[in-house]
């Protein structure tokens, strides 16, 4: 059964910093991963998915990183924005099904 | 274009009644998927649907049903409402590349 983890939990960091989300997936025969944003009180947003077949995916100031083999996924925001304060879920598909299985999350906080 | 919206935002029940919750979409996605969101459980799929008239049991299915009659709504029905479905409700859909829109969520408080 996949079983996916982020650490940490909750982040806090000054405006301007860059900074970095780890997922991190028990099995690793996905087709691809992907990361979202969830401000407080509403829906997810999908930021970027990473297939299989790549190794990283930018949009902005957000670049994502997949490696297989370890189980690992990064999310690396540059020149961090009060604006970028979310938390920040991954999701990996289980084994070849339609079902996603999510990360609890990581709490962002960007502080001016 | 909406995207995915959802109604209600916000119900309360009491034990042993029922519900039901509306899920649409205007991309004419084909996936579509219900999930509840807990504090410490994250998120968990409930029932999800490949296509119009097709439903499947995701991870918590018990105490659900649900039904895609048209292929822009995704129905999640509770028949006898209990405090453990106290939850958050979130709808989404899917596209070909896999990507998938969420819902604003509906707030479900059950007594």
């Known amino acids: 059964k996949q079983e996916v983890t982020q650490i940490p939990a909750a982040l806090s960091v000054p405006e301007g910093e860059n900074l970095v989300l780890n997922c991190s997936f028990t099995?690793?025969?996905?087709?691809?991963l992907q990361w979202f944003r969830q401000d407080p009180g509403k829906g997810l947003t999908s930021l970027l998915l990473i297939q299989s077949s790549q190794r990283e995916q930018t949009s902005g100031r957000l670049n994502a990183s997949l490696d297989k083999s370890s189980g690992r996924s990064t999310l690396y925001i540059a020149a961090s924005q009060p604006g970028d304060s979310a938390t920040y879920l991954c999701?990996?598909?289980?084994?070849?099904?339609?079902?996603?299985?999510f990360g609890k999350g990581t709490k962002l906080t960007v502080n001016p | 274009n909406a995207g995915v919206t959802q109604t209600p935002k916000f119900r309360v029940l009491k034990t042993g009644q029922s519900m039901t919750l509306l899920c649409a979409q205007d991309m004419n996605h084909e996936y579509m998927y219900w999930y509840r969101q807990d504090p410490g459980m994250g998120l968990r799929l409930i029932h999800y649907s490949v296509g119009e008239g097709t439903t499947a049991k995701g991870e918590v299915p018990d105490g659900y049903n649900v039904s895609r009659l048209k292929k822009q709504n995704f129905l999640l029905g509770l028949e006898s409402a209990a405090p453990s479905q106290t939850s958050v409700y979130f709808c989404?859909?899917?596209?070909?590349?896999?990507?998938?829109?969420f819902g604003p969520g509906t707030r479900l408080l059950v007594l």
């Open positions: 989404a859909s899917r596209d070909n590349q896999e990507t998938q829109y």
């Open positions: 999701a990996v598909p289980q084994g070849g099904s339609e079902k996603l299985v």
């Open positions: 099995d690793s025969a996905i087709y691809n």
